[in-house]
Nanobody, 124 residues
Framework: VQLQASGGGMVQAGGSLRLSCAAS????????VGWFRQKPGKEREFVGA????????LLADSVKGRSTCSRDNAKGTVFLQMNSLKPEDTATYFCARARLRMGAGMRTTDFDYWGQGTQVTVSS
């Protein structure tokens, strides 16, 4: 399974970006998919996740109210819409396939396949 994250870029504070995560195989639709981000010198942190059906999502407090997760299983793609971006959102964003059902406190070890990351830079 290969995951491809895209959609990052440079935006001003208050702007929006829509990140996409596409999978190479069709079984992607059977799994919870998560988003993480990593800032230079920091550990990778959970941003959000969405269940296989798209019926439920989980978002970190740091992005809650400003971001949404969605997916289009017909196209094998998961999205992270980020609005009202802040400079502290600057990071490399990764998508990953979960080994477990979505639940509170998801960690990197709960995910097995990872995309290569897409850079988001928010200027003040």
């Amino acid at each position: 399974v290969q995951l491809q994250a895209s959609g990052g870029g440079m935006v001003q504070a208050g702007g929006s970006l829509r990140l996409s995560c596409a999978a190479s195989v069709g079984t992607f639709s059977s799994y919870t998919v998560g988003w993480f981000r990593q800032k230079p010198g920091k550990e990778r942190e959970f941003v959000g996740a969405i269940t296989s059906s798209g019926g439920a999502t989980l978002l970190a407090d740091s992005v809650k109210g400003r971001s949404t997760c969605s997916r289009d299983n017909a196209k094998g793609t998961v999205f992270l819409q980020m609005n009202s971006l802040k400079p502290e959102d600057t990071a490399t964003y990764f998508c990953a396939r979960a080994r477990l059902r979505m639940g509170a406190g998801m960690r990197t070890t709960d995910f097995d396949y990872w995309g290569q990351g897409t850079q988001v830079t928010v200027s003040s």
